[in-house]
């Protein structure tokens, strides 16, 4: 089995055998950008607005990340009206959101390479498509899909098949790259490729437990996975 950079083997030769990858679908926060201080200070202030005095249970909210914001809130047993505050703080401290290390490199090099490219986030599509402009990357996509443009958000697959769709892809030509266990579901049930994201504050005993087909340690090692589909230079 071939290995990795970091010495991590892969299951890479069916997923390389099967078909050329055309198109990747990656998830927005803790593949794309670094948003986890921001996400926790937006999360601590609309907890102290609507529920009041206490400690926000963010480590739980951390767990849930990649589904939509009310669909966190129902699962957690919080007041709905938590998501105002929040939105309004994320679009506040959005400044503060960063690219990850080797991300820049990554996107342009699959770029060149001829692969196509969309987002496919637990956010909701403007305010995805609001920070990936301000960041200067937007362009760089096809499609950018939000959690409330579809009938169901992850963990279903509507985001990956809609976002096949628009890049003219089959299942077995693209992968989905994520950093939580319900972009890997989406993944699974949409019959792509999942890589799981390690590059970010995630657990990762949980990603490798839900059965990706590629652990990625750093953006580049997805570069493995994507060959060029038209000539260089």
Same mark, same amino acid.
């Given at each position: 089995?071939?290995? *990795?950079?970091?010495?991590?083997?892969?299951?890479?030769?069916?997923?390389?055998?099967?078909?050329? $990858?055309?198109? /990747?679908?990656?998830?927005?926060?803790?593949?794309?950008? &670094?948003?986890?201080?921001?996400?926790?200070?937006?999360?601590?202030?609309?907890?102290?607005?609507?529920?009041?005095?206490?400690?926000?249970?963010?480590?739980?909210? *951390?767990?849930?990340?990649?589904?939509?914001?009310?669909? $966190?809130?129902?699962?957690? *047993?919080?007041?709905?009206? =938590?998501?105002?505050?929040? /939105?309004?703080?994320?679009?506040?401290?959005?400044?503060?959101?960063?690219?990850?290390?080797?991300?820049?490199?990554?996107?342009?090099?699959?770029? &060149?390479?001829?692969?196509?490219?969309?987002?496919?986030?637990?956010?909701?599509?403007?305010?995805?498509?609001?920070?990936? %402009?301000?960041?200067? #990357?937007?362009?760089?996509?096809?499609?950018?899909?939000?959690?409330?443009? #579809?009938?169901?958000?992850?963990?279903?697959?509507?985001? /990956?098949? +809609?976002? +096949?769709?628009?890049?003219? !892809?089959?299942?077995?030509? @693209?992968? =989905? /790259?994520? %950093?939580?266990?319900?972009?890997?579901?989406?993944?699974?049930?949409?019959? #792509? !490729? @999942?890589?799981? @994201?390690?590059? @970010?504050?995630?657990?990762?005993?949980?990603?490798? !437990?839900?059965?990706?087909?590629?652990?990625?340690?750093?953006?580049?090692?997805?570069?493995?996975?994507?060959?060029?589909?038209?000539?260089?230079?």
């Amino acid at each position: 089995m071939p290995k *990795n950079p970091t010495g991590d083997s892969w299951p890479y030769p069916a997923l390389l055998a099967r078909h050329r $990858i055309r198109a /990747v679908v990656f998830d927005l926060d803790g593949v794309l950008v &670094d948003s986890y201080e921001v996400m926790r200070q937006a999360f601590t202030t609309a907890y102290a607005e609507v529920v009041g005095d206490g400690e926000a249970p963010f480590e739980e909210y *951390n767990k849930h990340l990649g589904r939509f914001f009310p669909d $966190i809130m129902r699962i957690m *047993n919080l007041p709905p009206e =938590m998501e105002t505050p929040f /939105v309004r703080e994320s679009y506040r401290l959005s400044g503060q959101v960063r690219l990850f290390d080797g991300v820049p490199e990554l996107l342009m090099e699959l770029r &060149d390479r001829g692969i196509k490219m969309a987002v496919a986030t637990g956010k909701s599509g403007p305010r995805a498509r609001a920070l990936l %402009d301000q960041i200067g #990357v937007l362009s760089m996509f096809e499609q950018v899909i939000g959690s409330d443009e #579809v009938a169901r958000p992850k963990p279903a697959p509507d985001m /990956v098949e +809609l976002a +096949l769709s628009v890049l003219g !892809a089959h299942p077995w030509e @693209a992968v =989905m /790259v994520g %950093d939580a266990v319900t972009d890997l579901a989406s993944a699974h049930g949409a019959g #792509v !490729a @999942a890589a799981a @994201a390690m590059w @970010a504050d995630t657990d990762e005993a949980a990603l490798l !437990a839900a059965g990706p087909q590629a652990v990625l340690r750093r953006p580049s090692d997805l570069l493995v996975l994507c060959p060029a589909t038209v000539p260089v230079g």
